[in-house]
């Protein structure tokens, strides 16, 4: 239940799928969605068909986990009997939640915590607790755990294409001279998370189905020189294009060991609306 003592804490913007939360009995604290007439639990409260439901009445807002949450969460990891813990978080340069949990210092109720902030959003955070949890199951000790979860951290990309740039020039991500120039132009963006962990545009195609090849062209560049890697393809109520995508996606980089699809959590389509795709790639070695 609890091997070698070490546990894993994610944020729920990590976004990694239940049968691996359910596999290597992750932690999960989640972020907040606000709208006027409460406040939701990601993932718990609110799932992503009710945030759909909802967009054309109100787009609500989100915040970092909250800070009693973190500690009861740390509590019950130390009643569970871990001694040691992994925490990895979706990038700092988005969210305030790495500096929520890291302000809990090195040894919240006793235990030796590493925190991780991956530099990344979604899945492409997600991948990194999956791959502690493999090297947990594998018997590495906390510091190599650590080490290798860094580096996967560092060699994992995600890019991903919006249908409207709406929701992300609402939530302040994006310039809204940008989203209303792409809107003019249909000049669709692939977006991923540069070195410092904020949103960059590595390109512009014109329409969606070029925005999406060419985001399938930036994953399959990215895993140039690797042997072994994991991939993945997530999607804001976009299934049918998501399908095809791994499919293709698995032609191009036929040496996987994982390779993951699914919905994107609701905390992250409040900032995306629908439509959304991310196609990521992890080099291993």
């Known amino acids: 239940m609890n091997a070698g003592k070490i546990a894993i804490l994610v944020d729920s913007g990590s976004d990694v799928p239940k049968d691996f939360l359910q596999k290597y009995g992750l932690y999960v604290v989640p972020l907040t969605i606000i709208y006027s007439d409460g406040e939701y639990r990601d993932g718990i409260d609110i799932q992503p068909e009710d945030v759909y439901a909802r967009l054309s009445d109100e787009i609500p807002t989100t915040s970092m986990p909250s800070p009693s949450v973190v500690s009861e969460t740390f509590k019950q990891i130390k009643a569970d009997g871990y001694e040691k813990v992994v925490v990895i978080t979706i990038s700092s340069g988005l969210s305030g939640t790495h500096e929520v949990v890291r302000s809990f210092g090195p040894s919240p109720e006793g235990l030796e915590v590493a ?21 947990i199951e594998q018997g590495l000790s906390f510091s190599e755990i650590c080490r290798e979860v860094e580096r996967a951290a560092k060699n994992t990309k995600l890019f991903f294409c919006v249908a409207t740039l709406e929701y992300l020039a609402k939530g302040g991500r994006i310039g809204l001279v940008s989203a209303m120039l792409g809107t003019i132009l249909n000049l669709k963006p692939v977006i991923t998370c540069n070195e410092e962990g904020v949103y960059d545009t590595v390109a512009k195609a014109k329409g969606r189905k070029k925005s999406l090849m060419a985001a399938l062209e930036q994953t399959v560049a990215a895993a140039t020189g690797c042997k072994e890697y994991n991939i993945a393809v997530v999607h804001g109520d976009a299934r049918e294009e998501a399908d095809e995508l791994l499919t293709m996606l698995k032609e191009r980089l036929p040496n996987y060991r994982l390779a993951l699809e699914g919905p994107l959590t609701p905390s992250l389509v409040v900032h995306t609306g629908p439509g959304l795709i991310g196609i990521g790639v992890q080099c291993l070695g």
């Open 115 to 135: 925190y991780i902030d991956t530099k990344n959003i979604g899945i492409g955070s997600g991948l990194s607790a999956i791959r502690a949890g493999e090297l």
